[in-house]
């Protein structure tokens, strides 16, 4: 079954390239961006500005081919993709919670974005504490000792279409 997804508008940011991005919000406090929605779109965007964060699903349309196994920012150590957050994955979606400053027209005004500029958007969705934060025990797996460190790490070459080899996919 193929699926088709068509982007409803455009990150705007001042990260320019991926190498030395912040690779999660939370090391991108307080960075301003923008989603540049299609006009089309912009009747969704009703009640919106009620909302502190959003949650946007993008296209990493920058990273390279699809690897099953990956050596994540934040460990020295082999996993797989689907226990990382890393950009090439089989189908190259992000999600990133951003606080959201403001709506005029077809400009949502955001903070904390740790999104390449010219990203597609795919969906926006509004951050609901009680929907979204999970219940019970909570583990973090192979980060669970990183937490803090995500703030600070940057993104380099690893992921990215122009500075990847065509490996086997165990990068």
Excluded: C
């Amino acid at each position: 079954m193929a699926v088709a997804l068509s982007p409803i508008g455009v990150i705007r940011s001042p990260h320019t390239t991926p190498q030395g991005m912040p690779i999660q919000p939370s090391g991108a406090r307080g960075v301003r961006g923008s989603i540049e929605l299609d006009p089309q779109y912009v009747e969704g965007l009703a009640d919106i500005e009620g909302f502190s964060h959003i949650i946007v699903l993008y296209h990493f349309h920058a990273s390279g081919e699809a690897k099953l196994t990956v050596t994540p920012y934040l460990d020295k150590t082999a996993h797989g993709v689907f226990a990382t957050r890393a950009p090439s994955r089989p189908n190259p979606l992000g999600l990133s919670v951003v606080r959201l400053i403001g709506v005029e027209g077809p400009v949502l005004e955001l903070e904390d974005v740790d999104i390449l500029d010219g990203t597609p958007v795919l969906d926006i969705k509004p951050y609901v504490p009680a929907f979204d934060a999970p219940h019970g025990e909570i583990r973090a797996g192979w980060l669970e000792d990183k937490d803090d460190d995500a703030g600070a790490a940057r993104a380099d070459e690893r992921f990215h279409a122009d500075a990847l080899p065509k490996a086997n996919g165990s990068g």
